[in-house]
């Protein structure tokens, strides 16, 4: 826990330090996330595991390249969640810092209303804590430990930003880094999540 807070206290100088510079927003998100557990043989996850409910909340900014073209970094908190119903139910709960770092090309005129956008990019995720059946899981680089803490993976989405300050964006996180300790026959233990955001920004 000491590492979590060291480390979002060094993200939040570096972002805040941006702040001078850039449109400061608001964000907040909802969605559903999945688990993809796999090795070379089966993926377990298509037949056992079902999605679950995810959120995200914090804050973000806008980097202006151009007028057509900016650099999106944030700062989360994020949770992702998803269940099972092996010989007996279970819920799993994730929680982690994440810092998305995202290309933003708006690419159609609202007129007054606003703007059409994609983005584009990845992020790194830090795990802090999780639960099953509100039981702690074990998260650490041991071979006993559920998951491994860090996380990162690929973004892609699009939306559109109203009057200039208002951005409703539809994207999805693909999961790359290998979450599983346990490495025999391949297995593969990655976090997807699909949300809809809102972020309000100011400033700039």
């Known amino acids: 826990m000491k590492k979590t807070i060291k480390v979002s206290v060094l993200l939040v100088i570096a972002l805040v330090g941006l702040s001078a510079t850039?449109?400061?927003?608001?964000?907040?998100?909802?969605g559903v996330?999945?688990?993809?557990?796999?090795d070379n043989d089966v993926d377990v996850s298509?037949?056992?595991?079902?999605?679950g409910f995810a959120?995200?909340?914090?804050?973000?900014?806008?980097?202006?390249?151009?007028d057509n073209i900016a650099l999106e970094p944030a700062l989360l908190f994020t949770q992702k969640s998803f269940s099972a119903d092996l010989d007996e139910f279970f819920k799993v709960k994730t929680n982690f810092?994440?810092?998305?770092?995202?290309?933003?090309?708006?690419?159609?005129d609202?007129?007054?209303?606003g703007r059409l956008y994609g983005l584009g990019g990845g992020y790194v995720a830090y795990m802090f804590s999780g639960k099953s059946n509100d039981v702690k899981i074990d998260i650490g680089n041991k071979s006993t430990d559920f998951f491994k803490p860090l996380d990162g993976g690929i973004n892609i989405g699009a939306g559109v930003?109203?009057?200039?300050?208002?951005?409703?964006?539809?994207?999805g996180s693909i999961g790359v880094a290998n979450l599983s300790n346990d490495?025999?026959?391949?297995?593969?233990?990655?976090?997807?999540?699909?949300?809809?955001?809102?972020?309000?920004?100011?400033?700039?």
């Open 97 to 108: 810092i994440e810092l998305p770092v995202n290309l933003k090309v708006y690419i159609l």
């Open 55 to 66: 959120f995200s909340t914090g804050v973000g900014f806008e980097i202006d390249f151009s």
């Open 161 to 171: 930003q109203f009057f200039e300050a208002l951005n409703v964006d539809f994207s």
């Open 46 to 51: 298509a037949e056992l595991f079902d999605a």
């Open 183 to 204: 490495r025999s026959n391949g297995l593969k233990s990655r976090l997807n999540v699909v949300r809809l955001s809102v972020t309000y920004q100011f400033g700039g």
């Open 110 to 113: 609202l007129g007054d209303v």
């Open 22 to 30: 850039a449109q400061v927003g608001i964000k907040a998100g909802l």
């Open 33 to 38: 996330s999945n688990w993809v557990l796999k």
